[in-house]
């Protein structure tokens, strides 16, 4: 189902907005606009998916469930475009501390993306601008 994907997808991406203590204003247009863009929601849906990430992240024990749903419903490119949405929120501020390079090294390790093709994406993404 398309709508749990953006919803597991959507709590990993709040993770690691979240991974620094700041969920900064850049990084929640962000992730509203990955969402728009990679599962063609509209902004008030994809707002939507992000309230209830948020509270499904506020009451999950651990990223499984999330990374689980991701890796059953995609494959190996689908889950290094998951990576490249987290490094697109990581990035939003245009500063990766610790916490969020960490959170985003734990999710795609999850995701079962290795960490050449998550240090490649991450380089990607900062080409983009």
Known sequence: DDTDLALATAALLVCV???DGDFSA???????GCLTAHF??????AEDIITRAEAAADAATSLYDFTHQ?????DQ???QEIVRLLWRVALADSVVDNFEEN???KIAGLL???PEDRI???HEVMAEG
Request: hydrophobic share 50%.
């Open 77 to 79: 490119a689908g889950r």
């Open 112 to 114: 079962g993306v290795i």
């Open 17 to 19: 907005s979240r991974a």
């Open 26 to 32: 850049d990084e929640r247009a962000q992730l509203t």
């Open 103 to 105: 959170a985003v090294a």
């Open 120 to 122: 490649r994406i991450k």
């Open 70 to 74: 991701v890796t059953q419903a995609l």
């Open 40 to 45: 063609g929601l509209t902004a008030a849906a």
